[in-house]
């Protein structure tokens, strides 16, 4: 049974950093690509970033150069290293996986973590 947990969400101020974790079971981490999604509220569930089994990463235009992707293969863990944050980030994130990298970056994965809050507020 695929398990995928986030961690790592919560207030913090604009201009402020959070790392999320995801952290993988029931999978065979290694040949996973990796990815985070974010819904704000009454929004669609966008792509934040995503990371092949080889770590080459993917990014949104919204958070390129503020955020990164990165994988622990040992630990199977996926992190989300969020810096320079705005209101605009706030959203519940949340974890994705596939063998299939296409599969991961269109959001069509059936293997979905519970999420986790992340609020950029004053």
């Known amino acids: 049974q695929v398990q995928l947990v986030e961690s790592g969400g919560g207030l913090v101020q604009p201009g402020g950093s959070l790392r999320l974790s995801c952290a993988a079971s029931?999978?065979?981490?290694?040949?996973?690509?990796m990815g985070w999604y974010r819904q704000a509220p009454g929004k669609q569930r966008e792509l934040v970033a995503g990371?092949?089994?080889?770590?080459?990463?993917t990014y949104a235009d919204s958070i390129k150069d503020r955020f990164t992707i990165s994988r622990d293969n040992a630990k199977n863990t996926v992190y989300l290293q969020m810096n320079s944050l705005k209101p605009v980030d706030t959203a519940v994130y949340y974890c994705?996986?596939?063998?299939?990298?296409?599969?991961?970056?269109?959001?069509?994965?059936?293997?979905w973590g519970q999420g986790t809050q992340v609020t950029v507020s004053s």
């Open positions: 029931g999978i065979v981490f290694r040949f996973n690509a």
């Open positions: 990371i092949g089994t080889d770590g080459m990463p």
């Open positions: 994705t996986a596939h063998t299939s990298y296409r599969i991961v970056v269109s959001g069509t994965s059936e293997n």
